[in-house]
């Protein structure tokens, strides 16, 4: 009996050496991943993605011992946000929203929520975030300032918009302009050719244009044709004019008999 008392007594001692090695262990990650992560903020005129990296991987670490814990897993979220992964923090963000309900932990992940989908340009999703850590924590000034910051950056973004939108039609219309002007320069360059191709057609033909002009004169055979004609012409028309008048003048005669 006594021996079983001890076996218990031994196990419950291991247990709880071994709690708290792992637990040593916890911390330990711990402190690595938020020194890693202060020394990453340190720099302000560059992303230090080395130090927020290490940072990382100590948290992950530090998870593996105590999956549920809700800091270690924003601190995670966190890091991975500052190594230009607003996406995969977004998504962090995202599913620890459902694993609490305290609110000044909600109102925290709603503003680090808005950051990242601010920085993906995702204007009205940022915005909503930001506006729900207000609701919770309305005297939060970095979450106003960040608010009132996507909210210009919105407009600043649609007056691009429709700045480029204006351009694009611009250009459009002085492509079609320059277009139609091309098609009438050569429509107009092709009724050119097609009258100098006629002007030089007649030109390189001067036996053709003389056959034309000859054809268009009488030639001297023809006109001494025509000339006696005409005058044969003209001696019938005598004849019949003498003979007219010779029976005009017995019909003359006759009446003054009668």
């Given amino acids: 009996m006594k021996r079983t008392m001890t076996k218990y007594i031994l196990l419950i001692i291991f247990s709880f050496m071994a709690l708290v090695s792992f637990a040593q262990k916890e911390r330990k990650y711990v402190r690595e991943g938020n ?4 020394k990453g ?3 302000t005129t560059k992303l230090d993605t080395v130090n927020f990296s290490k940072a990382e991987v100590a948290y992950r670490r530090a998870l593996e011992i ?3 814990d809700f800091h270690w897993q924003f ?6 946000y500052k190594q230009n992964r607003p996406d995969q ?3 962090e963000f995202e599913r620890l929203l459902e694993k609490t309900d305290k609110p000044n932990e909600k109102a925290m992940l709603y503003h680090n929520l808005g950051n990242s989908l601010l ?3 995702k204007f009205d999703p940022s915005i909503e975030a930001y506006k729900k850590a207000l609701r919770i924590n309305p005297n939060d000034l970095d979450t106003k300032y960040n608010l009132a910051y996507a909210i210009k950056m919105k407009e600043q973004d649609q007056k691009q918009q429709q700045q480029q939108q204006n351009q694009q039609n611009q250009n459009q219309n002085q492509n079609k302009n320059q277009d139609q002007k091309e098609n009438q320069d050569k429509n107009d360059d092709q009724n050119k050719n097609k009258d ?3 002007d030089n057609n007649n030109q390189n033909n001067p036996e053709q244009n003389k056959e034309q002009q000859q054809q268009n004169k009488i030639s001297p055979q023809s006109a001494e044709q025509i000339l006696k004609a005409l005058e044969n012409d003209e001696k019938k028309t005598q004849e019949k004019v003498k003979k007219a ?3 005009q003048a017995k019909q003359r005669k006759v009446e003054k008999n009668w």
């Fill in 35 to 38: 020194g890693y992560f202060e």
């Fill in 41 to 43: 903020l340190k720099d």
């Fill in 66 to 68: 105590k999956p549920d």
């Fill in 75 to 80: 601190n995670l979220a966190d890091a991975i």
């Fill in 89 to 91: 923090a977004a998504a």
């Fill in 119 to 121: 920085v993906q340009k």
């Fill in 196 to 198: 100098q191709n006629k």
């Fill in 245 to 247: 008048q010779a029976e």
